[in-house]
């Protein structure tokens, strides 16, 4: 039996409530249990799994019992389950415990705990779908369902509250994703769920929770679990992740606005979360200081989680003068923007204080500066990369406007190997701002010394300028050489040589444009070399280059023929022209003539011809599906452009070739002169023309009419005449249930204005088109009936 | 839109094997102290209220049914001058439109009246065609399954089909077959297979 029909009829079984079908699910659940245990075959086994989910509510035993087993086997060999044309990747034995833990699921509120303790363990695997499936499932119990809470409360999530509060404090750090998801979704204060209503209608509720006593001791015991936690966690990364967990209690209901009650239960337990926060921030750690800083600031703002505690624990945290230097560097910009009355103010005062902090640097001060400098550096593997934006350009002002301490402060930090070296591009940069040539030289040496490919990242990148800047003041002789070095992979990095790290690519790639009109002819050549070198990363070359056009680095007219005829070269084996390439490729055309273009079309069709066996299942697509408009313009519009279609056209074959497809797929996106150029095949008149010119028509878009009567009034060979109400058949995307029968319907509709044609022949194609699309359309209408019920019973159930 | 989702903190008893057998409940979860609802499931089958009041004490009574309160049990709530009173409540996972005694007597008495010597085989086809849903007529596999359940050939089926369909308890949309009520299929597919009229090892046959 068809096994979709078993697992129906099983489903049906399932939710009947008779005794003989109970027992009968019983005694076939054992039966399954007995097959899979004896079984060799992951694909074997995944099928009896299939069929006890559909009623493993029913045997809740045994369905734990076979979870149990194939999450403890042994993992068996991977068959491949051969196909009439292929074969399929088999089972994995990953693939098995997923559906172990679909079976879990499945059991979660009848089983809970033994559900919980499987699933704990699950999410300590090193399979990330195992890991990721395990804690969905533990999230999908903790969360706050509207139809489980009217049937059970909220003993989910005492239950799992609880489990948790059984495992040592050291079980609670080995299970930190477990504790972290449950505590995520016990915090919050929204109450969620979605459920199919009707067969064609999915139905969101959205609510808040009860705040109940229970509820209540939950969320404190939570904090406190949390708290524990963070005292015992050693990891600041841990402890950060933790504090996070904390921002759900001071959340508000979404979608709906909180009631009384729940507003009241959240002001509460922002008053406690306060004093929580106070002792996390004795714990010293920026990121975890700076982040209680920020939700600080979001529950002052609103009325519910504001207190007098809340208020004086950020003003505490504010009064800090080194907290104050980390704000002004590192800080959460939209925040201050939005306390400080708007963008521009905000900005300006910011700029203000960044000038005032460099101004007070001295020599004096320069050690507690670096102390605090390189603190604020050490946070950056914990706080988001972009908050570190306005701490580069502090470095990069600071170098440019006091090099002397910029230089003393990096020159410790090379030395000691201190945190702030990860930040040396600000320093560099604002050293060649400067034209500070001789210690922008010394720190060279230092970096080509430590052989470390992050550093020269920095390096290359500082030679990158603003734009403003004269170039042949700016960048030397010398300057030149590293590039070339760098590109070359030689001379004093050659330590570079075969690394493969796309950041040194791209900022060689950047730097060559940005620098290119200080030396056209030697960058082209580097250019050259730079792609080359990099070939896996073409598409990111192209749209650096296609960019670097756009801010006026360089002109397209700048190219030599041979790099443009390189860079086209390049594209052929491009899997898809995405739109940067399309525009790039259209000033190129414009530039060398449409030729061009034409040629490296046709070389990414043969391309394809040649290899779409050994391509598949890969992505390749020669003529690009979303075409350029201009592109499409330009090639359409070319005097060229109507004799090389006639002429490739005249290339097509009876049969199926990739050719053929791919040229008629030219065709059509181009769209210009295309009645014209199929009308000068047509016009042959003979029956290897008049195929040809329908396989070029076929499209999913569907096919010209008047054409396909064009072609039915020079022949009666049946095949093509075939071929052709084949073509009409093609409806392009349709849209509700009857699309496809209407667009049929709309065929004949439009077949009607021949019926009357003064050709024989015509009349006859036409007459039985008609008749066949009526009938076609009649069909589709029946079948989209059917399908609507067929969904209309399954939904019922 | 908003919905503020009632919760309450449950007890939920360990019920005993027979479920109507309270003397074997255990009630070592309630507590004095703190006001819990007992919840009673399946309350339809209850017939002696009193025996559940002795809970009554130390918890709020909740029971649930899916269909109709014995008589006798909603004649003792309706005279309790509102101590007691009955709610609709919308619990999805228990109010899938069951039936009634009252629309499932209709629905027998329909087919009485259309062909009352085959009263029995008709219910059969239409517990058939439920269990075996989305049937479609040209699936020959299942129109044998039936055939062989109900002992009949096919031209006889095929008249048990067109009178289903003629009498609106069934309808055909292309090739499918549907019923107009099959919730009511449904219970009597319980009830046939629980009083082994239809064995589930021949409707489970390969």
């Known amino acids: ?60 035993e045994q369905a734990l019992e076979v979870s149990r087993f194939v999450i403890d086997i042994k993992p068996k060999e991977t068959r491949p389950v051969k196909s009439r044309y292929t074969a399929f990747d088999g089972i994995t034995h990953v693939d098995l415990i997923l559906k172990a833990i679909e079976l879990l699921n499945c059991l979660r509120y009848i089983e809970p705990d033994n559900v919980l303790s499987l699933a704990s363990e699950l999410t300590l695997s090193k399979q990330k779908e195992i890991h990721d499936e395990a804690l969905k499932l533990i999230q999908e119990y903790t969360s706050y369902d509207p139809r489980i809470i009217k049937q059970i409360g909220y003993s989910a999530q005492q239950k799992i509250t609880d489990f948790i509060a059984a495992w040592s404090i050291e079980e609670r750090i080995r299970h930190i994703d477990f504790v972290e998801a449950a505590a995520e979704h016990l915090l919050s204060s929204s109450v969620m769920s979605s459920e199919m209503t009707a067969v064609d209608k999915l139905t969101l509720t959205y609510g808040q929770v009860v705040p109940t006593e229970l509820l209540k001791k939950i969320r404190q015991e939570v904090m406190n679990v949390i708290l524990e936690l963070f005292k015992a966690a050693s990891e600041p990364k841990l ?55 920020q939700q600080l600031y979001w529950m002052n703002r609103g009325e519910t989680c504001k207190t007098l505690e809340s208020i004086k624990l950020r003003d505490d945290i504010m009064a800090d003068s080194f907290y104050q230097i980390f704000d002004l560097l590192v800080g959460d910009r939209m925040i201050r923007h939005l306390e400080e009355g708007g963008w521009e103010k905000s900005e300006r005062e910011h700029a203000q204080r960044v000038s005032t902090l460099i101004e007070s640097i001295n020599k004096k001060n320069l050690g507690k500066l670096s ?139 950047e730097t060559i444009l940005r620098c290119f009109s200080r030396a056209p002819k030697r960058m082209q050549s580097l250019l050259i070399i730079e792609i080359n070198t990099y070939p896996r990363n073409l598409s990111g070359a192209i749209s650096q280059l296609h960019l670097a056009i756009a801010r006026d680095w360089i002109h397209i007219s700048e190219l030599s023929s041979d790099t443009l005829h390189f860079i086209a070269s390049k594209l052929i084996e491009v899997p898809d022209l995405n739109w940067e390439m ?25 391309f394809y011809d040649g290899r779409y066996k050994e391509l598949f299942p890969k992505h390749y697509e020669p003529i690009p599906f979303h075409m350029n408009p201009q592109l499409q313009q330009f090639i359409g519009e070319d005097a060229e452009y109507k004799r090389i279609m006639v002429e490739w056209l005249g290339s097509i074959t009876d049969e199926w ?25 047509i016009e042959k008149g003979n029956d290897t023309s008049l195929k040809r010119a329908t396989m070029i028509m076929h499209s999913i878009e569907g096919s010209s009419i008047k054409l396909s009567i064009e072609i039915a009034r020079r022949t009666n060979n049946e095949d093509i005449l075939e071929q052709v109400f084949s073509n009409l058949l093609s409806t392009g995307v349709v849209s509700g249930e009857y699309g496809i029968a209407i667009a049929y319907e709309n065929k004949a509709k439009e077949l009607e204005q021949y019926k009357d044609d003064s050709d024989e022949g015509v009349r006859k194609f036409v007459a039985s088109s008609i008749q066949k699309l009526k009938e076609m359309a009649k069909h589709e209408r029946q079948r989209a009936e059917e399908s609507m019920e067929i969904r209309r019973i399954q939904f019922e159930g | 839109m908003k919905e503020n989702v009632g ?69 003792r709530i309706d005279h309790s001058l509102g101590t007691m009173r009955v709610e609709e409540v919308n619990i999805k996972e228990i109010d899938e439109r069951t039936i009634g005694p009252l629309e499932k007597k209709e ?81 009597v597919l319980n009830d046939f297979i629980d009083n082994g009229t239809i064995l589930i090892d021949d409707l489970m046959a390969e």
Not at chain 1, 9 to 37: F, G, H, N, W
Not at chain 1, 660 to 667: A, F, R, T
Not at chain 2, 48 to 72: C, G, Q, R
């Open chain 2, 107 to 187: 629905h027998d008495e329909k087919i009485e009246v259309i062909a009352k010597d085959v009263i029995e085989i008709i219910l059969k086809l239409e517990a058939l065609l439920y269990f075996f849903s989305p049937f479609d007529l040209n699936d020959g596999k299942k129109w044998n399954k039936v055939m062989k359940v109900l002992r009949m050939n096919e031209s006889a089926l095929s008249q048990l089909k067109e009178l289903l369909v003629k009498n609106d308890l069934a309808a055909v949309t292309g090739h499918i077959i549907w019923l107009k009520q099959p919730l009511i299929a449904k219970a």
């Open chain 1, 239 to 293: 402890k950060l992740r933790l504090v996070k967990v904390l921002d759900n209690v001071t959340q508000l209901p979404h979608n709906v606005k909180a009631d009384s009650e729940v507003s009241k239960m959240i002001t509460q337990d922002s008053l406690y979360l306060v004093g929580i926060y106070r002792q996390m921030v004795q714990a010293g750690i920026l990121a975890v200081t700076s982040h209680i800083e």
């Open chain 1, 1 to 60: 039996m068809d096994i979709a029909e078993r697992k129906n009829q099983l489903r049906k079984l399932a939710a009947l409530d008779s005794a003989k079908a109970t027992q009968y699910l019983e005694s076939l659940s054992r039966d399954l249990v007995k097959e899979i245990k004896q079984s060799n075959e992951n694909n074997y086994i995944a099928e009896r799994l299939d069929l006890l989910a559909e009623f493993a509510f029913r045997v809740p």
């Open chain 2, 7 to 75: 919760s309450i903190d449950i007890c939920f008893i360990k019920w005993p094997d027979q479920h109507l057998d309270t003397s074997r409940i255990d009630i070592s979860e309630l507590s004095k102290l703190v006001q819990t609802f007992l919840i009673i499931w399946d309350a339809d089958k209850i017939e002696n209220l009193a025996d559940f009041f002795k809970f009554a004490a130390n918890a709020m009574i909740v029971l649930v049914t899916k269909t109709e309160l014995k008589p006798i049990v909603r004649s």
């Open chain 1, 582 to 606: 399309q525009e790039l490729l259209l000033q190129i055309g414009q530039h060398e003539g449409c030729r061009i273009v034409l040629d490296l079309i046709m070389k990414r069709i043969r």
């Open chain 1, 371 to 509: 102390k605090q400098l390189n603190n604020i550096a050490d946070q950056q593997n914990l706080i988001e990369s972009w908050r570190y934006a306005s701490f580069d350009d502090f470095l990069i002002q600071l170098s440019e406007t006091k090099p002397l301490e910029a230089d003393l402060l990096f020159e410790d930090a090379f030395a000691r190997q201190l945190p702030l070296r990860s930040f040396v591009f600000g320093f560099l940069f604002g050293l060649r701002i400067k034209n500070e040539f001789k210690r922008w030289d010394k720190y060279t040496k230092k970096i080509v010394g430590l052989q470390q490919v992050e550093y020269v990242v920095p390096l290359i990148r500082s030679l990158c300028l603003p734009k403003g800047i004269d170039l042949l003041k700016a960048i030397r002789e010398n300057d030149l050489d590293i590039i070339g070095a760098a590109v070359n992979r030689n001379g004093p990095l050659y330590f570079i040589k075969g690394i493969d790290d796309p950041r040194l690519h791209f900022t060689i790639l």
């Open chain 1, 657 to 681: 070739s990739i050719y053929n497809i791919e040229v008629s797929q030219l065709l059509h996106s181009i769209k210009h002169s295309y009645d014209e150029i199929l009308m000068s095949l």
